[in-house]
């Protein structure tokens, strides 16, 4: 409950900050500069060492690449059958298909789960979410805006990222069997912690109303499939299919009910992937899926027990 509190104390503290101007108009940005820099490569150091990687670890990964692929495959059919704009279109599968899993999933897995569902939330946000932003969004934004695409740019551009170097760094000490020295590891986990409250005010700061626009049919689309169908079809896969069970599966189904990706968002911008749309897609997102979320929390106590016996 502590935890809960927490985040609802940094949510509203960031929309405070924002609302009466206390902090620069773009201290989000620094906020977000010590999150990727320093905090999460700090939980990724802490936690992937000690993770006992097995066939069921792929699992995690493969949530955020199952959720993508489908919405490049539903919003490109959808596109071409509703003659869509070809930048809309990319719009979408980017905003859709790309969830917040690191700024607002961590903090409310860590909530919920401790650490044994932080640490099954780090698999599906770097080798997941992130490598897929990187790379594959990479190649959706390039199509959909008419670019080419540059593979060493794209290479370079990951391997420059702090959280996905952590994460290999982590990756390497747990295959090498090596652990960190027990103060090192306590002033990670130490770093870490401050994740959900530095994240969360920035996650405050940055949610804007979009009041009258022209691309709320749009945006209703590309929200219901993030918040409701992306979430569902994992569910339905990870419970029937791959028959997973217990925290993981539910950190699995949470994580791809989260929020639009900031990085989605921003790559969708840059790419000239209707900008407006892709802003307003993480401004409404962000607090829709603070009460979505929860929810699915809530209905997955309540069901998964009667689907799975």
């Known amino acids: ?14 929309l405070l900050l924002n609302r009466f101007r206390l902090f620069p108009a773009q201290a989000h940005l620094v906020l977000n500069q010590y999150v990727i820099w320093l905090a999460i490569p700090a939980l990724a150091l802490a936690h992937v060492p000690q993770l006992k990687l097995s066939a069921a670890a792929l699992l995690p990964v493969l949530c955020a690449w199952i959720v993508f692929g489908c919405s490049w495959l539903i919003f490109a059919a959808l596109g071409r059958i509703l003659r869509w704009p070809p930048k809309l279109t990319g719009a979408l599968i ?25 640490q099954i939330a780090v698999l599906v946000d770097q080798p997941g979410t992130f490598f897929i932003v990187s790379t594959l969004g990479v190649l959706v934004a390039a199509h959909y805006s008419g670019r080419a695409v540059r593979p060493a740019s794209m290479a370079l551009q ?3 990222f702090p959280p996905f170097v952590g994460f290999c ?15 090192l590891h306590e002033a990670l986990r130490g770093i870490a912690l401050t994740i959900t409250p530095v994240a969360l005010v920035s996650v405050g700061m940055q949610v804007r109303w979009p009041g009258t626009s022209q691309h709320w049919p ?3 689309a590309g929200l219901s499939y993030k918040l409701i169908f992306a979430p569902l079809i994992i569910a339905l896969i990870y419970t029937y299919l791959f028959r997973l069970e ?16 900031v990085t989605a968002a921003i790559l969708a911008s840059s790419y000239g992937l209707k900008p407006r749309f892709s802003s307003l897609m993480l401004s409404l997102s962000i607090p829709i899926s603070l009460l979505t979320v929860p929810l699915w929390n809530w209905l997955l106590n309540q069901i998964l027990p009667k689907l799975i016996r």
């Open 1 to 14: 409950m502590s935890n809960l509190l927490l985040i609802a104390i940094c949510l509203v503290a960031g």
């Open 94 to 118: 980017l905003t859709a298909g790309l969830g917040n899993t690191a700024f607002v999933g961590f903090p409310l897995i860590q909530a919920w789960f401790g650490e044994a569902g932080l």
């Open 158 to 160: 990951l391997l420059q």
């Open 169 to 183: 760094l982590a990756l390497l000490l747990n295959l090498a069997n090596i652990n960190l020295p027990t103060v």
């Open 218 to 220: 749009f945006l209703f």
């Open 246 to 261: 217990g925290v993981a599966l539910r950190v699995c189904i949470l994580e791809s009910a989260m929020a639009t990706m």
